[in-house]
């Protein structure tokens, strides 16, 4: 089983993971981001988990949506 993730920078990661135990085996960049500044980020390259995971310090900030005009509650 595969799947591809967008990383935070916006590079696009294939994960492979065993079928029985679902764990993930194989973690390599597919594709850049267009504003991706990390300078190990190569096509190609293996990652470890660790490095897959989300940066503690960023906190996305929610971006609530406006209300329809037309959007009524019952």
């Known amino acids: 089983m595969s799947y591809t993730l967008t990383l935070q920078c916006g590079c696009i990661v ?3 993971r065993h079928p029985r135990t679902g ?4 973690r390599v960049i597919e594709s850049l981001g267009e504003r991706c500044r990390n300078r190990r980020h190569e096509v190609g390259k293996h990652l470890f988990l660790w490095e897959i995971l989300p940066d503690p310090v960023y ?3 929610p971006r609530w ?5 037309d959007f009524r509650t019952a």
């Open 14 to 16: 294939y994960v492979s």
């Open 65 to 69: 949506a406006e209300p329809d005009a």
């Open 59 to 61: 906190r996305p900030q």
């Open 23 to 26: 764990i993930a085996h194989t």
